[in-house]
T-cell receptor, first 114, second 113 residues
Framework: KAGVTQTPRYLIKTRGQQVTLSCSPISGHRSVSWYQQTPGQGLQFLFE???????NKGNFPGRFSGRQFSNSRSEMNVSTLELGDSALYLC?????????????FGNGTRLTVT | AQTVTQSQPEMSVQEAETVTLSCTYDTSESDYYLFWYKQPPSRQMILVIRQEAYKQQNATENRFSVNFQKAAKSFSLKISDSQLGDAAMYFCVNQGGSEKLVFGKGTKLTVNP
């Protein structure tokens, strides 16, 4: 079974631009969640989607948004990029929501904002 | 608010020996899960072990075991017979009723041959 696939693996953008990251979950997984990892703040929860609906959202500004499609694939969008948005963005999928469904992570997208 | 603290930014261990990584957490909830994830240089987070707060018995997965002290809000990870492949960042994670994951800052484990 293929794992969680995140594309692209690396991305370089300029301040003020916008970016879209993609996550394809494991086949059969309906929940996708996103995390931001930086050296200073560590790992922080961004949001979680289940069956195309956002179920949970972390404490990030409105510039961060996401969506999930009917095939469970998810995209995350960051508008008006700032230098502080440089980070590793991780996506995870699970069969359901909640603590009973183990998360399976992708390899992440490394975003650099210059 | 939930918090997770890993007081050891870095640890090292000799191959085949045992090492314990520390984690303390704070939560007002009674029903929660605790996890240890490892992140090798490949960047992919991998679940090592998980503990349900209402279970008193400490979880064990092969060479990995935890010491869960609920009253002290402590959740340490013991790795026995350390292997070179165990070298990674280890994150202690709490997931409560809100179901948002709260991560510790991580402990970088080096395994010396």
């Amino acid at each position: 079974k293929a794992g969680v696939t995140q594309t692209p693996r690396y991305l370089i953008k300029t301040r003020g631009q916008q970016v879209t990251l993609s996550c394809s979950p494991i086949s059969g997984h309906r929940s996708v969640s996103w995390y931001q990892q930086t050296p200073g703040q560590g790992l922080q929860f961004l949001f979680e989607y289940f069956s195309e609906t956002q179920r949970n959202k972390g404490n990030f500004p409105g510039r961060f948004s996401g969506r999930q499609f009917s095939n469970s694939r998810s995209e995350m969008n960051v508008s008006t990029l700032e230098l502080g948005d440089s980070a590793l963005y991780l996506c995870a999928s699970s069969t359901g929501t909640g603590r009973h469904s183990p998360l399976h992570f992708g390899n992440g997208t490394r975003l650099t904002v210059t | 608010a939930q918090t997770v603290t890993q007081s050891q930014p870095e640890m090292s261990v000799q191959e085949a020996e045992t090492v314990t990584l520390s984690c303390t957490y704070d939560t007002s909830e009674s029903d929660y899960y605790l996890f240890w994830y490892k992140q090798p240089p490949s960047r992919q987070m991998i679940l090592v072990i998980r503990q349900e707060a209402y279970k008193q018995q400490n979880a064990t997965e092969n060479r990995f075991s935890v010491n869960f002290q609920k009253a002290a809000k402590s959740f340490s990870l013991k790795i026995s017979d350390s292997q070179l492949g165990d070298a990674a960042m280890y994150f202690c994670v709490n997931q409560g009723g809100s179901e948002k994951l709260v991560f510790g800052k991580g402990t970088k484990l080096t395994v010396n041959p």
